[in-house]
């Protein structure tokens, strides 16, 4: 079998050099952040229910860190995967988060520096492989540095893709009635143990190495939930954000293959024809909703965001530190999608705790797998504890 060589001779130009961003015109509001822990199925109350919030140490609504994401219009990913290679796709990779401090809230202004860091070639199930990497600084309105996110893309030739005949599972898997109960029941056990902990502190006192987080279960995912997950970012809106700096060729000089080149997020056909310029219907991005199209690129079958993978882990850290914690530092590296008819479960573990000042740090490591233990990511993160 001949695999296709990647060109990446196009990326060393990129790197290091700015990529401009596109800002959401209006600012952030409480239904922004209610729909996005709705899509990202985050059984929190401190991010939809105004009264449970008002008695909160914030006293108001406030988004979760994972929110932090929607404030891009690429999911973070812009620049990391700037430059040509042709015939390709991507996928995410991982990504590392720092976070400062602010949180967003109801009339926040968020916005962004993304700079292209670094990119190496690698041989994987999909023929040589690129892993490039991109920084995006996240910035409140009061010039505060909210989060910085290094991201990382999977960009691959198509062809190799198919030669490979790496993912050829294209019906989804079938559920028993009892099986889906008990997922259920998981689920429930997980809100059990968020509601559990309320606005208390989880002490560092309270916790060792070796203690197991509450497992999460979230799916079966289908193309119904993707596509509430897409529709939680702000920028999928027809005219929810400004993107000036947009090119027509943009996609077709990333080296996209024909058929996934379009009009999304195009500001000129969008004034027009916005169907058009939305990802869920045309573009790079319809592979996830679309099974025809996900096996154009190599997938089996309709497949899950990146940002969402990346997102359920901070969420899932977030509601295990609780009101009082924080989550400082998360780095997740995403082995497989999610696809429709799969369920995806997070298990977590404290690998250590220590003393910091006036506060503790537990590092966690989180697995994501599917139902038949297939890993889909792994992370480990740093949280914050109170002592007192």
């Not at 882990?313 to 780095?331: P, R």
Request: glycine letters at 10%.
């Amino acid at each position: 079998m001949t695999e296709t060589t990647l060109d990446t001779s196009d990326l060393d130009r990129h790197m290091g050099v700015p990529v401009m961003q596109a800002t959401l015109r209006e600012p952030l509001r409480n239904n922004d952040i209610r729909r996005w822990a709705q899509a990202m199925h985050y059984p929190n109350l401190l991010h939809y229910d105004p009264d449970y919030a008002a008695a909160s140490r914030w006293g108001q609504l406030v988004a979760p860190l994972s929110f932090t994401i929607a404030m891009d219009d690429g999911h973070g990913t812009s620049p990391s995967c700037v430059g040509a290679i042709p015939n390709s796709h991507l996928l995410f990779g991982g990504d590392e988060w720092w976070f400062y401090g602010p949180r967003i809230l109801d009339g926040d202004v968020v916005t962004n520096e993304r700079i292209p860091f670094d990119y190496v070639v690698k041989n994987t199930s999909l023929g040589p492989t690129c892993f490039q990497r991109g920084d995006t600084t996240y910035i409140s309105k009061a010039g505060e540095r909210i989060a910085l996110q290094r991201s990382t893309t999977i960009r691959y030739d198509v062809d190799n893709a198919h030669k490979q005949k790496a993912m050829d599972q294209t019906e989804d898997p079938l559920w028993s009635d009892a099986a889906l109960v008990d997922l259920e029941a998981q689920k429930v056990r997980f809100i059990e143990s968020i509601r559990a902990l309320g606005h208390g502190k989880r002490l560092a006192s309270s916790v060792k190495e070796g203690d197991a987080i509450v497992t999460n279960v979230i799916g079966p995912h289908s193309l119904p939930s993707f596509t509430t997950e897409w529709r939680a970012f702000p920028f999928t809106t027809w005219f929810g954000a400004r993107r000036d700096f947009w090119s027509v060729d943009q996609f077709a000089e990333a080296g996209y293959v024909e058929d996934f080149r379009g009009h999304e997020g195009d500001p000129v056909m969008e004034r027009f024809n916005p169907e058009l310029t939305d990802g869920a219907y045309y573009g790079p991005s319809r592979g996830h909703l679309h099974p025809s199209w996900a096996r154009k690129i190599g997938m089996p079958r309709g497949y899950g965001y990146g940002a969402s993978m990346g997102a359920w882990i901070i969420d899932y850290l977030c509601a295990w530190a609780g009101e009082w914690g924080f989550v400082s530092h998360v780095k997740a590296q995403y082995r497989n999608p999610a696809f429709t008819g799969d369920a995806t479960f997070l298990n977590g573990v404290v690998t250590s705790i220590r003393e910091q000042g006036d506060k503790a740090i537990a590092a966690v490591s989180v697995e994501m797998t599917t139902q038949t233990g297939q890993v889909m990511a792994k992370a480990v993160g740093e949280v914050e504890l109170p002592i007192s």
